[in-house]
């Protein structure tokens, strides 16, 4: 399986990106997709995950601003980022796991992607 991530870039605070993540190769289309974000000096930490059947699961820290999807279809996972804050810093990575139930933890995930560089200026 192979993550590719696209969609970050330099914004405001107040404003909005959306990444997106599109897997490749054998997939595991019943399996739980993930964002998590590392920002430079800190451990990776969770952002939001998502089932098959579109349950969600989102970190505190990003609650109400923003929103996880997928297209099935074109085995794609979408991030939605809304109110970005400069804390919203950081490198924001797209996972996949083979179980269905969404995963919190980096460890819980068995694929990852690249990478994409979300910077949030005040």
């Known amino acids: 399986v192979q993550l590719q991530a696209s969609g970050g870039g330099l914004v405001q605070a107040g404003g909005s990106l959306r990444l997106s993540c599109a897997a490749s190769g054998r997939t595991f289309s019943s399996g739980a997709m993930g964002w998590f974000r590392q920002a430079p000096g800190k451990e990776r930490e969770f952002v939001a995950a998502?089932?098959?059947?579109?349950?969600?699961n989102y970190a505190d820290s990003v609650k109400g601003r923003f929103t996880i999807s997928r297209d099935n279809a074109k085995k794609t996972v979408y991030l939605q980022m809304d109110s970005l804050k400069p804390e919203d810093t950081a490198v924001y990575y797209c996972a996949a796991r083979r179980l269905a139930l969404v995963g919190s933890t980096p460890n819980a995930y068995d694929y990852w992607g690249q990478g994409t560089q979300v910077t949030v200026s005040s």
């Open positions: 998502i089932t098959w059947t579109a349950g969600t």
